[in-house]
């Protein structure tokens, strides 16, 4: 039977061989192949850039920053919406094609820097641009394994950039480890060595966010957590952006409405910058698989601010938000302003 997607990017995945039919994170083949050619165009764009490069051209730090956003977009349980992937896409490509033009000579560029499908052509690119794509088992898990390395590594940079950080040699990696996965050249030695190198980039990305976290908000430090229930109303928050936890706690202020944390924004309570906001009421919940009981029995506005989005129920589908790289079709979305604002009014 032909696959309808094939996904293994995360320790869930069926059979602990790959998402076939439908993702055990409940992503939908649709998604999953538009996914795969977010991937794809973001590969074919980092060839470019990195051709640039050593051209001796600089490449913009919104470029760096496109790169970044695409791969933690396509994370596990981080975006199951289609259309926004697609709208991604084309930024990516159109982006891409004002790059060449800089470039001038292309002759050196692997084929998928030169791919400028039209939407039409999306869900047939698609299934040519896969995982499965590349038949060599050891070249396909080696450039898999890179892959996903560099998504982990692209959170932290997304994170750190949000706070007003880069660091252009991180990015560069970023993007020159992207476009060396397009290069069929390249024995299992090569790339057991970029995934080495991939490893190492990991920790400086890694030292860089939690300078620019501590920097930001303080070290962390031994916190006694409220996991009770205040009278106010109240919005719950998930995900890693503590720059959204503090634009939201900002914006709550004198409202009369709390701020809960959930899951995999509970370290945010050990900050000591978070302590001054008298209406960041406590932790609401568990783990973050459990969201959808507990969601359902929050009865306020959730903002899921990156990863960890399980398919919601309708019972409380019209009170889940998202923002940053995060999306779920049918539930709003909140995205920054030129200077990076938020406006949550809408919650609040």
Same mark, same amino acid.
């Not at 165009?41 to 640039?52: D, E, I, P």
């Given at each position: 039977?032909?696959?309808?997607?094939?996904?293994?990017?995360?320790?869930?995945? @069926?059979?602990?061989?790959?998402?076939?039919?439908?993702?055990?994170?409940?992503? $939908?083949?649709?998604?999953?192949?538009?996914?795969?050619?977010?991937?794809?165009?973001?590969?074919?764009?980092?060839?470019?850039?990195?051709?640039?490069?050593?051209?001796?051209?600089?490449?913009?730090?919104?470029?760096?920053?496109?790169?970044?956003?695409?791969?933690?977009?396509?994370?596990?349980?981080?975006?199951?919406?289609?259309?926004?992937?697609?709208?991604?896409?084309?930024?990516?490509?159109?982006?891409?094609?004002?790059?060449? !033009?800089?470039?001038?000579?292309?002759?050196?560029?692997?084929?998928?820097?030169? %791919?400028?499908?039209?939407?039409?052509?999306?869900?047939?690119? !698609?299934?040519?641009?896969?995982?499965?794509?590349?038949?060599?088992?050891?070249?396909?898990?080696?450039?898999?394994?890179?892959?996903?390395?560099?998504?982990?590594?692209? !959170?932290?940079?997304?994170?750190?950039?949000?706070?007003?950080?880069?660091?252009?040699?991180?990015?560069?990696?970023?993007?020159?480890?992207?476009?060396?996965?397009?290069?069929?050249?390249?024995?299992?030695?090569?790339?057991?060595?970029?995934?080495?190198?991939?490893? $190492?980039?990991?920790?400086?990305?890694?030292?860089?966010?939690?300078?620019?976290?501590?920097?930001?908000?303080?070290?962390?430090?031994?916190?006694?957590?409220?996991?009770?229930?205040?009278?106010? +109303?109240?919005?719950?928050?998930?995900?890693?952006?503590?720059?959204?936890?503090?634009?939201?706690?900002?914006?709550?202020?004198?409202?009369?409405?709390?701020?809960?944390?959930?899951?995999?924004?509970?370290? !945010?309570?050990?900050? +000591?910058?978070?302590?001054?906001?008298?209406?960041?009421?406590?932790?609401?919940?568990? @783990? %973050?698989?459990?969201?959808?009981?507990?969601?359902?029995?929050?009865?306020?506005?959730?903002?899921?601010?990156?990863?960890?989005?399980?398919? +919601?129920?309708?019972?409380? $589908?019209?009170?889940? %938000?998202?923002?940053?790289?995060?999306?779920? +079709?049918?539930?709003?979305?909140?995205?920054?302003?030129?200077?990076?604002?938020?406006?949550?009014?809408?919650?609040?």
């Amino acid at each position: 039977m032909e696959n309808k997607m094939f996904c293994y990017q995360c320790q869930e995945t @069926a059979g602990c061989k790959g998402c076939t039919i439908v993702g055990v994170c409940g992503k $939908k083949p649709e998604v999953a192949a538009m996914q795969d050619l977010l991937i794809y165009v973001t590969k074919s764009l980092s060839a470019v850039t990195t051709a640039l490069r050593a051209a001796g051209k600089n490449v913009d730090r919104n470029v760096n920053h496109l790169v970044t956003v695409n791969l933690f977009t396509t994370i596990t349980n981080a975006n199951f919406d289609r259309e926004a992937i697609i709208d991604r896409i084309k930024d990516t490509l159109k982006v891409k094609t004002d790059l060449l !033009a800089q470039l001038g000579d292309t002759a050196d560029l692997p084929e998928a820097a030169l %791919w400028n499908g039209a939407e039409a052509e999306f869900d047939a690119k !698609a299934k040519t641009v896969g995982v499965l794509a590349t038949e060599n088992e050891d070249i396909r898990s080696l450039r898999e394994l890179i892959t996903y390395g560099l998504k982990g590594l692209s !959170a932290y940079s997304k994170h750190a950039n949000v706070l007003a950080q880069d660091d252009e040699e991180v990015d560069a990696f970023i993007q020159r480890a992207l476009a060396a996965t397009l290069d069929d050249t390249k024995s299992v030695d090569d790339l057991v060595a970029l995934t080495l190198e991939t490893g $190492k980039y990991g920790v400086q990305g890694m030292a860089l966010l939690d300078k620019v976290n501590t920097t930001a908000y303080g070290n962390p430090e031994i916190t006694t957590v409220d996991i009770g229930v205040r009278k106010n +109303p109240g919005i719950l928050i998930s995900g890693h952006d503590l720059k959204d936890l503090e634009m939201l706690l900002d914006q709550t202020q004198g409202t009369g409405v709390d701020v809960y944390t959930h899951s995999e924004m509970l370290p !945010a309570h050990y900050y +000591p910058f978070f302590k001054k906001y008298k209406n960041f009421a406590g932790n609401y919940g568990n @783990a %973050w698989w459990k969201q959808k009981e507990e969601f359902e029995s929050f009865n306020g506005p959730i903002l899921m601010t990156t990863n960890c989005i399980v398919p +919601p129920k309708d019972s409380y $589908k019209n009170r889940l %938000w998202t923002t940053g790289a995060a999306g779920y +079709p049918g539930c709003n979305h909140v995205a920054a302003d030129e200077n990076g604002h938020k406006d949550f009014s809408a919650l609040i």
